[in-house]
């Protein structure tokens, strides 16, 4: 059977990756999804992305632009005046510095191609999007006047955690951007923030980042029967290692 499975943020995790692909059985006929942040965090982010591309040359893979991402082309390309260092270091930047003073300039570049092809988002033929942070217009992602919200923004999801369950969608108090689409998948703003270490559906919205910057595991969930698999946390596969911790 052919799936789709959509994959929480990874920020440098390699080990959860092979983790969850072996747990969720991947074949190459399923298609996967991967909601951005594969990089800054754990020490093995250029390995993730030599992983992923290979991936993609091998089934149906779909892969999305985070903040982290974005921060890293940055930095290869010598954009540097867009990154606050400091914050960037705090927030796992240090270690994907660290990781890439042994990439040759060859796999840089090769990284660099793939961090621009990275799609902002994904609307497949059932509704549904797929998008890394979020989108504040009203319309929906193609209207959206400022594209780096697709993965920077907030908003979606604390809107829908401040939403009461009891609120009818033909409510004019109802967020207009709930209604434009069946399901939204995000990443960006981990559970364990509300102490939360699996998916966690609120109105349409699933955030299936669980925390693996951090001290969560890593998911892969299937988007039709919302089954799920996770790796470790990943403070427990780098234990010499601090993450985002």
Known sequence: MNRTLVIGDIHGGLRAVHQIMERA????NDTL????????GWSQSPQVLDFLMDLGTKQNCIFLRGNHDELL????TGNTENINETMWFKHGGEATVTAYASISEYTKNKHIAFLK?????YHDEKNRLFIHAGFTNMHGVTYEYFPK???????????????NDELSKDSLYYPKRFTI??????????????????PIKKACIWNVDTGA?????????????KDFWQSEPLHQLYSNEKGRN
């Open 25 to 28: 059985t991947v074949t190459s």
């Open 33 to 40: 999804i991967f909601l951005g942040d594969y990089v800054d």
């Open 73 to 76: 082309l940055d930095w290869l």
């Open 117 to 121: 092809s990275l799609q902002n988002y």
């Open 149 to 163: 919200l697709f993965y920077w923004d907030r908003t979606l999801w604390e809107t829908a955690l401040a939403l």
């Open 181 to 198: 689409y069946d399901e939204i998948y995000i990443g960006h703003t981990p559970v364990t923030r509300i102490e939360k270490n699996v």
């Open 213 to 225: 910057a951090f001290k969560g595991p890593l998911t892969i969930m299937d988007v039709e029967t």
